[in-house]
């Protein structure tokens, strides 16, 4: 059941997973206006360095460089394309080496999809909707997303359970062409949607029982809260943009090439 | 049955709605191997055409929206920037609840839904291309033609599939 591994519930529990998640959020966007605001090799490389601390702390490498692996396809994919566009067509600037300038574009692409993944690994789905709840979004999408999520490995068991016996009463998935194979998942499609209903409607027996909609105002048992590391992640985040503005402004920074040379 | 309030008996429908199609697209085996590595996923979409079509418009749109915060937050997904993250995400397939407009015409409503998905994914590739291809290149040729191709694909699996269930009477069970 190797499948739906990755959507099992699993608690984790480090300095990262406990930090705010807007505060999470805030740290990406800093990062993500860092990461826009400079095409240069140097700061990106740095950028793409910061975050692999927070990484070790969170110990989500296994999961950091499964992404990384999905990303560095599409990453050479634009060096590659950006380099023969600017080596043969000459659309590069001036300032860079024809090299340089799609090592930037790639690098900043890199960054920019660990830097949101990063935010995803180490936020729990309940934390994120605590937090969308807490920003005010309507308690009815919070509650359909934590327990949609919730749902998953549920589902997915039966799912599994489904096409077992259906195989076993002879019906053959991988077999025949196209419009076959399409409607060879007729069989499974149907008992699952008609589960899938059954479950609803336990589920709306579920929250009638317990008087779902009867308050106007919700309280919550957790209640997300600003901690001092939060307040820190803030500090840097903040620091990162007043030196990323300062280095814009007044220092020329040094192409790769300038200091290999 | 009638006891259960029907907008609780919604919302309900609609998370499981979800649920199903995070199991149909990650979770159950494709329908197609393409030989490059491709695959035509086992018809995620059907889900959700089927609650818009069954509930309407806005209970569509919605759980439309909620199943791309879903998907944006399980492993495997490819966020760069804001703009692009909405785009993808939930605007792509809150369209496929667009399908509730046609109510009376599924395959039609299939149609629709699939392409006001193909229009979010089409802008989002723009968008992306314009940052990171090349100046002189074509980012809208590209972007219809990678979104387009898939997308045609999936919608003739979306429309066989939906077909044979509104015949079967499957979208006025348990009402």
Redesign the interface.
Same mark, same amino acid.
């Given at each position: 059941m190797s499948? !739906?591994e %990755?959507?099992r519930f699993r608690h984790v529990s480090s300095p990262i997973h406990r930090l705010d998640p807007r505060v999470k959020f805030f740290y990406v +966007?800093v990062i993500?206006g860092v990461a826009?605001a400079f095409l240069e090799v140097l700061p990106l490389i740095l950028l793409f360095l910061i975050q692999i601390p927070f990484v070790l702390v969170a110990s989500v490498q296994r999961?950091w460089i499964?992404?990384l692996k %999905?990303?560095s396809f599409l990453a050479i994919l634009?060096f590659v *394309?950006?380099f023969a =566009? %600017?080596y043969f067509?000459g !659309?590069y600037p001036s300032s860079m080496s024809p090299w340089e300038y799609p090592l930037a574009?790639s690098l900043r692409?890199l960054v920019? *999809?660990e830097s949101?993944?990063i935010f995803?690994?180490t @936020?729990s789905?309940d934390h994120?909707s605590l937090a969308l709840e807490q920003s005010h979004v309507p308690y009815?999408?919070c =509650? #359909? =997303?934590t @327990?949609?999520?919730r749902?998953?490995p549920?589902?997915?068991e039966e #799912?599994q359970t489904i096409?077992d016996a259906q195989k076993a009463r002879g019906l053959e998935?991988?077999k025949g062409n196209?419009?076959k194979?399409?409607?060879n998942?007729?069989p499974?499609?149907?008992p +699952?949607?008609?589960s #899938?209903?059954?479950?609803?409607?336990e +589920? #709306?027996?579920a929250?009638?029982s317990r008087a779902?909609?009867a308050t106007e105002k919700r309280t919550n048992l957790y209640v997300l809260k600003m901690r001092s590391a939060d307040y820190t992640l803030i500090a840097i985040s903040i620091g990162m943009v007043i030196i990323s503005i300062y280095v814009r402004l007044f220092i020329t920074i040094p192409s790769l090439t300038m200091l290999l040379t | 049955m009638s006891k259960i309030a029907s907008d609780t008996k919604m919302l309900a429908e609609g998370t499981v709605i979800i649920a199903l199609t995070v199991i149909l697209k990650d979770v159950l085996p494709p329908i197609y191997q393409l030989p490059q590595g491709g695959s035509v996923s086992a018809a995620g979409m059907v889900p959700l055409l089927w609650f818009a079509l069954r509930r309407g418009l806005r209970p569509g749109l919605e759980a439309g929206t909620v199943y791309g915060l879903v998907h944006m937050a399980l492993p495997g997904s490819y966020i760069v920037d804001p703009i692009q993250a909405l785009l993808d995400y939930p605007i792509a397939f809150a369209a496929l609840g667009l399908a509730g407009m046609f109510r009376k015409y599924p395959l039609a409503g299939v149609g629709v839904g699939i392409f006001g998905r193909f229009l979010a994914h089409f802008a989002s590739g723009v968008w992306f291309f314009s940052q990171y291809a090349p100046a002189g290149t074509h980012p809208v040729v590209y972007s219809a033609i990678y979104n387009g191709s898939f997308l045609f694909v999936e919608f003739i699996v979306s429309a066989i599939l939906i077909y044979i269930v509104v015949k079967r009477r499957l979208l006025e069970i348990y009402l």
């Open positions: 499948v !739906f %990755g959507f +966007l993500f826009i999961e499964r992404s %999905g990303a634009i *394309v950006n =566009f %600017g067509g !659309f574009m692409f920019l *999809v949101f993944s995803f690994l @936020t789905p994120l009815e999408f =509650f #359909a =997303f @327990t949609a999520v749902f998953v549920v589902l997915a #799912a096409m998935l991988e196209f419009i194979r399409v409607r998942y007729i499974i499609l149907i +699952l949607i008609v #899938a209903i059954r479950r609803s409607l +589920l #709306a027996e929250m009638e779902w909609g | -």
